[in-house]
């Protein structure tokens, strides 16, 4: 499986960016899909997840203002970021496993592939 996130940026704190990831074929429809945050100092924490049924999880800290979703036909994944915030900033990451339970929760089952990473830094 591989995974290739797109570019992401340097953005004002209100703005909207949506980043994307290419996956192998197929990996969209047969996988977990999820989205993770690495900022330095911090562990790294998990944004959101979508399963192959297209069902979505998100981290409390992202509800209401991040949407996943997926364009199964292109194997793309994205997160919508709106009403983005200082705290959003860190390297973006998507990852994806085909195992049981779709979750980027804390001592969810770890995902076994991953993009490159993409930084987004956002200001006010």
């Known amino acids: 499986v591989h995974l290739v996130d797109s570019v992401g940026g340097s953005l004002q704190a209100g703005a909207s960016l949506r980043l994307s990831c290419a996956a192998s074929?197929?990996?969209?429809?047969?996988?977990?899909m999820g989205w993770f945050r690495q900022t330095p100092g911090k562990e790294r924490e998990g944004v959101a997840s979508?399963?192959?049924?297209?069902?979505?999880k998100y981290a409390t800290s992202a509800k209401g203002r991040v949407t996943i979703s997926k364009d199964s036909a292109k194997n793309t994944v994205f997160l919508q970021m709106n009403r983005l915030k200082d705290e959003d900033t860190g390297m973006y990451y998507c990852?994806?496993?085909?195992?049981?339970?779709?979750?980027?929760?804390?001592?969810?089952?770890?995902?076994?592939?991953w993009g490159q990473g993409t930084q987004v830094t956002v200001s006010s």
């Open positions: 990852a994806a496993h085909s195992g049981w339970g779709c979750s980027v929760a804390p001592g969810s089952r770890d995902f076994d592939y």
């Open positions: 074929t197929y990996t969209s429809s047969s996988h977990c």
């Open positions: 979508i399963d192959f049924d297209g069902t979505t």
